[in-house]
């Protein structure tokens, strides 16, 4: 499995996990009981079909090893293997955080996740 997973979410909700010191989820995270991520793979297609049109997004980039037995991999869209985080996010298992702009058309543009991680 990846060692590094991704989270898209609002900047002003991230700010509020910094504040707090721990990301406790999304909307969508707290209804389904788990954060959501995807994989290196998987993030432009997540990005596409959740996050277009949404300004003021931040792409988060998330250390695997930390976060312990409290990360499964499930099936979800396509039977594909996502990771779920079943308790709040530490932000010491954060790598980076960076902006996500949108393109003319209001996608998500989503970076070469491969070389932002190995930079």
Do not use: N
């Not at 779920?84 to 543009?109: C, E, F, I, N, Q």
């Amino acid at each position: 499995m990846s060692s590094i997973i991704y989270k898209i979410c609002p900047a002003t909700l991230w700010d509020e996990a910094e504040a707090r010191g721990e990301f406790t989820g999304a909307g969508i995270d707290l209804a389904d009981g788990y954060i959501h991520f995807s994989t290196a793979d998987q993030t432009p297609e997540t990005a596409q079909l959740h996050f277009s049109g949404q300004q003021g997004l931040v792409i988060v980039a998330v250390e695997t090893a930390p976060l312990g037995e409290a990360l499964k991999w499930e099936a979800s869209r396509g039977g594909q293997l996502f990771p779920h985080l079943y308790s709040s996010l530490p932000l010491a298992a954060v790598r980076w955080v960076k902006p996500l702009p949108l393109d003319k058309d209001g996608t998500p543009v989503v970076p070469d996740l491969d070389a932002e991680t190995a930079g």
